[in-house]
Structures are given as structure tokens and as C-alpha cells.
């Protein structure tokens, strides 16, 4: 007879292993049980670096509603473990004024905090320089400044709510790749590693092996994988990107094009990016060989309007985003299921894995989001 539980979590990624704490937090000892196909803190998901951007800043208030919760998850973590996760160095979006989409979202963004009262400033290129002197842009570029924003240690994250829900009488299986998922009235099936398990209910938290393990429940969902990279430069002008002196960046540039970057942190370089920018593959096509032509395009941004931050390429980790059409989250039942959740981060989930966490575990436990999570709704892809 196989071994059941109120709940199984398929991947232990910051949204799987946030899951399998949550969950665990509310059933109790003997309830959750989380399977991760390869060791755990393992580099070939989308979770395992040393920092990702945590922020207010958010053009609609479906999310800047839900961003302080995101916070006080990982607040509550840190608590718990004793460990510091979050680091506040503040945030910069900031937009050339040849950049219109990028300047409505500047603005975009000032209204959806004004609206959910969080603290930022708008300010223009100027006033940007005055305060951080690193920057080169023009007087008239727009920015808003969160104070709140900063680095999100994902990796750390991700290991401490895995061994807290250890402690909280989780278990966490590495090694295991799901290979089936049979869903009947009584329960769900899942098998691993020659073993199999039921359950109540399962929670996908495959992030970019999502669409695998939906073909096994023999349906889909509209997701579509990019392999995307950041790059690790070693600045020789260390002490201007100290997260005391320097914030997290986002820029909608002149050649129309996303990059974003963080201070030292990890790395004794500063990390830099483009957002969105790289070729769709499928869980089969997908590398781990940086595009060069994509390090060079980030490396010559940062010549034009940081160049105190160029310095040799130390490293680029390439991960995968998981894009629904509407770049939107999924935090949903499955089309058609009422036992089996999905989520999908959609390259930003990082900074909200913990509240998605909470958000799978109260629709799996009570059917029920404990926080506004409409806009997540899978149902919104699928036609009819
Ligand atoms: C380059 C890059 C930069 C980013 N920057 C930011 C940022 O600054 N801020 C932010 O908030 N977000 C950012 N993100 C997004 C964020 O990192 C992701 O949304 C998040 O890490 C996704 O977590 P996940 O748990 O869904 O996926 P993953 O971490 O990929 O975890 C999925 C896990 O499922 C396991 N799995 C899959 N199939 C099976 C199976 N059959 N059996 C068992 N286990 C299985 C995998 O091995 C994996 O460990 C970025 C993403 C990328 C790629």
C-alpha cells in the first residue's frame, strides 16, 4: 500500500521548497512530502544563485498589493531560522526618456505604490546622479526609487525553508524524478524513482520542467520557456558597488531593451543582465552555455551608462523564465483538476516565493487563497 499524504510537492526550488514549509506548517509532522529530481541546491533550475531583486516596484496593483506580504514571508523565515535573507540596499527602475514603454511603467509603478501606500520617491536623472554618482543618464530620464528594495539570497532562501520544514516533520526526498501522475476520485498517484506515493493533493512546482510534468496528466498549459543569463563582472571599483553605497537597477534603455543589475553580493562583482531577452527552448533544448553575443550587448550598456562596473567577465549563470503569454503568475488548480496546483514564476516569483508558498497552501488545505491571487488564476489561459 503506498505511503499517503495531505499534500506532495514536485520540486524543490524556492516555490516547491516554500511550499513544502507552509504546508507543513499548517498540517503538521507526516503530511507533506516533497520529491526533487536531483540534489538539492543543485544549479539547473532557476533558483540556485546568489541573489535575485526583491522590490515594490510593480506598474499594477495586483502586485503591489500583495508585496508587502511577500516581505513579511520572508521575514517570518528569517525569524525562524536565524538567518538574514533579505538585504535592503534600495531599488532604482529607471527609464531613457527614448524609451516610452519603459517611462509609463516608471509612472505606472509611482501610481500602484501611491495606491497601496508604499514608500518611493519619482525622481529624474539629475537627482539620480547626485545620489548615486556611479550612473551616467541624462537630466531628463524618469526613475522611482523604492527604499525598500534590495537582495533576496534565493539560494540560502531556498535551503532555509527546505530545512525548516524538515524540521516542521516534512520529508524531502532529492534523487527522486517524478516519472508518472495518475489522477483518481480517491486521490493522487505519483511515482519516482521506482516508488510511488498518493495524496490528497500535488503542487507542480516544476518551474521550467512545468510543461513535463502537465504532458504526464495528459494536458498543458500555455508556458513558454527562454534561457536567459546574468553575468558576473569584476569591477575593479569594488568599494562604489558595496550594497552600503549601491542599489538593485532596472533599465528600460535607449535601444529599447531591459537590464538589470545588482551590487557585490556572492561575487566580488556586480551582476548584470537583460530581462527577457533570450531564445525560447523547450526542457530538451535548453543549455547551460552563455550566449557571448548577449554578455558582450550587457557589458557595452554598462561602458555607456555605469562604466565603473565593467570589469572581466567572472561568470554567467544561464536559467530558464517559465512565460505564461501575460507574464503573469500561475498559482492555480490545473485546468480540469480538482486535486492537482501549478505554479509558474514567470521569471520574477523569487521575491514572492514565499507568499506563493502560502497561496498553494491555503488553495490546497481550504481551497481557498489567504491573499488576493485572482490575477494568478490559470483558467485566464485557457480558451472558453
Ligand atoms: C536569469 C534569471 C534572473 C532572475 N531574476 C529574478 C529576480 O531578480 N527577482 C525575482 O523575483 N525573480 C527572478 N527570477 C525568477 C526566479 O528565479 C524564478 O521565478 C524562481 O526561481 C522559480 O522557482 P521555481 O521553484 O519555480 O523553479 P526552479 O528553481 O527551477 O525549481 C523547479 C524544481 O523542480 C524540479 N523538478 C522538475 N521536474 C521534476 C520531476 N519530474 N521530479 C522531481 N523534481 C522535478 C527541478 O529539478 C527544480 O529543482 C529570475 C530568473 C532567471 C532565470
Redesign the pocket.
Known amino acids: 500500500m503506498p505511503q499517503r499524504y495531505r499534500v506532495i510537492v514536485?520540486?524543490?526550488?524556492?516555490?516547491?521548497a516554500a511550499t513544502a514549509y507552509w504546508a507543513s506548517r499548517r498540517l503538521g509532522p507526516g503530511a507533506v512530502l516533497a520529491?526533487?529530481?536531483?540534489e538539492l541546491g543543485?544549479d539547473?533550475?532557476?533558483?540556485e544563485d546568489h541573489s535575485?531583486?526583491?522590490r515594490h516596484i510593480y506598474d499594477r496593483t495586483d502586485y503591489t498589493s500583495l508585496t508587502p506580504a511577500a516581505y513579511q514571508s520572508w521575514s517570518a523565515i528569517e525569524q525562524e531560522s536565524g538567518l538574514r535573507l533579505v538585504y535592503r540596499t534600495g531599488g532604482l527602475m529607471m527609464a531613457s526618456p527614448d524609451n516610452a514603454a519603459g517611462t509609463g511603467y516608471v509612472h505606472r509603478a509611482a501610481d500602484a505604490m501611491a495606491a497601496s501606500g508604499l514608500p518611493f520617491e519619482l525622481i529624474d536623472g539629475a537627482r539620480v546622479r547626485e545620489r548615486w554618482p556611479q550612473w551616467r543618464i541624462g537630466d531628463s530620464w524618469a526613475a522611482v526609487f523604492d527604499p525598500e528594495s534590495g537582495i533576496l539570497d534565493?539560494r540560502r532562501a531556498t535551503a532555509a525553508h527546505l530545512a525548516l520544514a524538515r524540521a516542521r516533520g516534512a520529508e524531502i526526498r532529492p534523487d527522486?524524478?517524478?516519472s508518472a501522475i495518475t489522477e483518481k476520485p480517491g486521490g493522487i498517484t505519483v511515482t519516482?524513482a521506482g516508488q510511488t506515493w498518493t495524496a490528497d493533493r500535488l503542487v507542480l512546482?516544476?518551474?521550467?520542467?512545468n510543461p513535463?510534468?502537465l504532458e504526464m496528466m495528459g494536458t498543458s498549459l500555455p508556458i513558454t520557456l527562454t534561457q536567459?543569463?546574468?553575468t558576473y563582472f569584476a569591477t575593479p571599483n569594488v568599494r562604489d558597488f558595496t550594497p552600503d553605497r549601491f542599489t538593485v537597477f532596472g533599465v528600460y534603455a535607449e535601444d529599447g531593451l531591459t537590464y538589470y543589475g545588482v551590487p557585490v553580493y556572492g561575487e566580488v562583482a556586480v551582476k548584470a543582465?537583460l530581462d527577457g531577452a533570450g531564445p525560447v527552448v523547450t526542457p530538451e533544448t535548453r543549455t547551460d552555455d552563455p550566449d557571448p553575443g548577449r554578455v558582450h550587448r550587457v557589458r557595452e550598456f554598462l561602458r555607456r551608462r555605469l562604466p565603473g562596473a565593467v570589469g572581466p567577465e567572472l561568470r554567467t549563470r544561464v536559467?530558464?523564465?517559465d512565460l505564461p503569454p501575460d507574464r503573469d503568475f500561475i498559482a492555480d488548480y490545473v485546468p480540469g483538476s480538482s486535486r492537482v496546483l501549478v505554479?509558474a514564476?514567470a521569471?520574477?516569483?523569487?521575491?514572492f516565493?514565499g507568499l506563493l508558498g502560502r497561496v498553494l497552501t491555503g488553495l490546497a488545505v481550504d481551497d481557498a487563497s489567504p491573499f488576493p491571487a485572482e490575477a494568478f488564476r490559470s483558467g485566464r489561459l485557457t480558451p472558453g
Not at 520529491?35 to 536531483?38: A, I, K, R
Not at 539547473?44 to 533558483?47: F, M, N
Not at 512546482?205 to 520542467?209: K, L, Q, S, T, V
Open positions: 514536485i520540486g524543490c526550488g524556492a516555490i516547491g520529491l526533487e529530481q536531483y543543485h539547473r533550475g532557476s533558483s535575485r531583486l526583491i534565493i527522486a524524478p517524478v519516482a512546482a516544476g518551474g521550467a520542467w513535463v510534468l536567459e543569463q546574468v543582465g536559467c530558464c523564465y505554479c514564476g521569471g520574477h516569483a523569487a521575491k516565493a
